[in-house]
Antibody, heavy 119, light 107 residues
């Protein structure tokens, strides 16, 4: 069974870049989309975007210009970078495998990692 | 962008009850609706796809209904292990959007 695990700093300073990595085990990162979502405290989930193993990406326009998702097939990992962060970017960040046939619907999720933006 | 209005935000049930959780879309999304279950500290679990199809391995007490703009997740004969946060997701158009979620408590 596919398992995903997020990793990265839990604290980021305002105006800096948030960087997270998702490690995929139990399956190859080739095929499927690979997604990031986030959930600010007390709020609903927000889709950030996804990447195909070939490098094709699709991002939420609300974050366009600040977000970059990349993939490293040799390590079975994909990553998220979010630049110029503010307190509004404080959230639990989730990675997920996503179905190509269903427009990127997530099927397997990671447990999530809390990232706090604070000086 | 499609807004999903999910209700209720919180509900409490007794083992054996039947519960319904609603998700209303701001525009027609056909059957492009999914439902998920999440317990604290655990990964979300995909339970219903395409509005009505039970994901393999999910107990048959879970079911989904609806088409277009109105969707419902139903849990029959609820069990204590069903205590969780439930949320809906539409994948009809980008950006993918989520409902605000429902916290289900079992008394």
């Amino acid at each position: 069974q596919v398992q995903l695990q997020e990793s990265g700093p839990g604290l980021v300073k305002p105006s800096e870049t948030l960087s997270l990595t998702c490690t995929v085990s139990g399956g190859s990162i080739s095929s499927y989309y690979w997604s990031w979502m986030r959930q600010p405290p007390g709020k609903g989930l927000e889709w950030i975007g996804y990447i195909y193993y070939s490098g094709t990406t699709n991002y939420n326009p609300s974050l366009k210009g600040r977000v970059t998702i990349s993939v490293d097939t040799s390590k079975n990992q994909f990553s998220l970078k979010l630049s110029s962060v503010t307190a509004a970017d404080t959230a639990v960040y989730y990675c997920a495998r996503s179905l190509i046939a269903a427009a990127g619907t997530p099927d397997y999720w990671g447990q999530g990692t809390l990232v706090t933006v604070s000086s | 962008e499609t807004t999903l209005t999910q209700s209720p935000a919180f509900m409490s049930a007794t083992p054996g009850d039947k519960v319904n959780i609603s998700c209303k879309a701001s525009q027609d999304i056909d059957d492009d609706m999914n439902w998920y279950q999440q317990k604290p500290g655990e990964a979300a679990i995909f339970i219903i796809q395409e509005a009505t199809t039970l994901v393999p391995g999910i107990p048959p007490r879970f079911s989904g209904s609806g088409y277009g703009t109105d969707f419902t997740l139903t849990i029959n004969n609820i069990e204590s292990e069903d205590a969780a946060y439930y949320f809906c997701l539409q994948h009809d158009n980008f950006p993918l959007t989520f409902g605000q979620g429902t916290k289900l408590e079992i008394k």
